[in-house]
């Protein structure tokens, strides 16, 4: 019986946290907390480049920036790994719709990756559908050369709303084929926005090559309920002008990469990243100016501690996350092609918003030699990991080198107001939010550094 | 064995939460996140009333406001209870500082309770202190005849920002009078802020009756910065005006409440409440709009549901909590001159920001009995049971009845950016986090009035 306690202790020695390993959260915790440089990046991002679609020379300039600045982290190298991408122009765009017979002109935005109308007016009826069903019920001649009107309402009943997002968003990503299929001349779409406010939101669409591309706009909450009243009180038509296509070639670009040579191991690697590019209204603070300030903070406050992490951490500002995950895929396949052993990679691209937990795509002994920690988190208010969470850049690691994934899971309510829009700006993120977030991904990226997941 | 099983099987029933109880708790959810109108209730006190100091004619306009939006919540009962309250009156004032020996204006606000110049201009020169360590230091000669400047600087390093209010607040709240002891003329505080920005502060302070009674004012962190700076270059000397002091006499007000009759056990009450004062500046949006209007929600949700609580379910529109209880202390005195039975008293007072837990003040049993049904909250974010919470308006019922007390906890990275200041108005509130608040203290409240504490 004494021995069984012993050997009971001895395996809690190995197997729980330590005084010491919550000492070593508190020291990362006061380091970020009160010297974190984060904040002061993303305002430098946001208000000397702001927005950066892939491909823009917005995006080459975000490049040179986050090179400078990963290199004023610490790091103990830092490259330019390339990769080439589409760029999706925007141009001019305008949209009259008529109110009450009179035409107006309302705040829309196309849909990323859409094709426009080649600067040339389209004229067209609306005709409005609340949602998929009722669009499948109608005959072709009802919608054969009009603009069909998506009003698909975002489910506020959702607590968790990137479920919200994955009901909503099947209306911006096919919204425009399906409606092409029954010779429609466009789309509008209530944009994916849990706002009480007028904000369009943007974010990629997805056209079906054996119809036509049609054009495709969001408006905000406010401009939909009135277009919704106009339509069930008559006939609304539509004037539709606007310039945007993809551009014919694809353009040279990078992700941007730092790393800490491992103290022990530093042949393995941890990857923390988010992504560099942005849609090309906004300033993509919270998407995703958030991750790559935090994911240089990681590298920053090891250095800054003079703590020596046994694996090696790379930081990896991606590009091209919004419309072709093409700094993903270069980063997989040039760990593959060296035979890199990659331990973890952890993206963090869902809003600079208070963390409330991490999320895991990884066996469950990996998850449990992780949760074993689960309560040093509980002072940082890192209380959930039921969620299933990696993110765009790093998925390409799990399918082609079948490497665990991680995820910062953020507080969630305000990311669809802002997402994709103008108003995801500076003035948006809070300071203290966004460095517990760092907080969080260092102590995670320390534990997993030191103990290994298998 | 069998035997065994089932009995514990039949515990089981008795004692955790059934399928039923979790879709209760989603019709709760649904109603409040889909119709709920606390956000819409709160833009209207923000917007129409404003700021509602005790005693002023908003702070009675609110109480108006308050009797009416209670009616339309669908409760059984509205009324007003009586209370007595100061009336602190802020008036005119400014500050001049000399930067490089030219005064400038700068932007600070008299502490809460504080007494003025009676519009006189008082002459001083500026000395700085970090801490009242450092003051205590000081000779009376060096303080004698000048301004106090307690540079206290908020600690970031503290997750929980309750903590770092509890750190700060002593130089408001004790400030003025420590600095009178040794003939200080006046205070001037960093406020108690976690902003990155120059909002000051206001906030109670108290005199002690030995010590003259010297104004006192708050800066923001940036004007803090610019001061700390100006008194590490040399000498600084200051213009103070301030019209401001406590009204000789107590001003008549109310405490709104809105009652459902329990159906099982109308004796038995449970209370639910925010405050309804605020400080003189900003809108009191999150202080306390924000517990007002959810309590209300609580009421309101029932009522649309056609749901009929076991307890008598109280909603309380508090008066006077930032600066004196009075309204706080009336209900407790009422509920024990009639000899009313309170199963459960709970506050929401913490801003209306996405609510992360549910803090207890009673004891162990009645705590777990609350905890067993806690994996029900999971789907709504609620993970965090460990903090002791009340809250000012309830804590005379603890110490006058003994009534077990609750509140929520609501994510509290950007309380004390806010809190107090002219930035603390309705655009900072988001619907969701705000009525996702409702919901959680909706949820407790039900499960109360259905189990019961004991």
Redo the contacts between chains.
Sequence with gaps: MKFRLLSLLAMATVFTASAQDSLTFRKI??EI??HGTC?DNLRVLCKTIGNRISGSPAAARAVEWANKTMKETGADKVWLQPCDVPYWYRGKESLYLTFNGEYQKVDATSLGNSQGTDGKTLNANVIMVYNFDEFKALPESAVRGKIVFFNYRWR??F???FNGYGDAVKYRGAGPSTAARKGAVGIIIRSMS?G?DDFPHTGGTHYNDSFAKIPALALGNKTADKLEAACKAGHVMAKLNSECHMMPKLVRSYNVIGEIKGSEHPERIITIGGHLDSWDIGEGAHDDGAGVVQSMEVIRAFKALGMKPKCTIRAVAFMNEENGQKGGQAYADSARAKGEKHVLAIETDAGGF?P?GLGFVMSQPQRDKILKYKDLW????I??F?HDEGGSDIEPMKEKLDVPLAGLVP?C??YF?VHHTNNDVFETV????LK?GAVALAQLIWTVSEQGLD
Tied chains: 1, 2.
Excluded: A, C, K, W
């Excluded at 509980?378 to 208010?381: A, F, R, S, V």
């Excluded at 809070?430 to 939010?433: D, K, Q, S």
């Design positions: 915790s006061n907390m009160v904040y506020q009943d607590i968790f709303t849990t009480e208070s409330r509980i002072p940082y208010g209380l959930d039921s507080d309510q305000r107001d809070n300071h203290r939010e517990i």
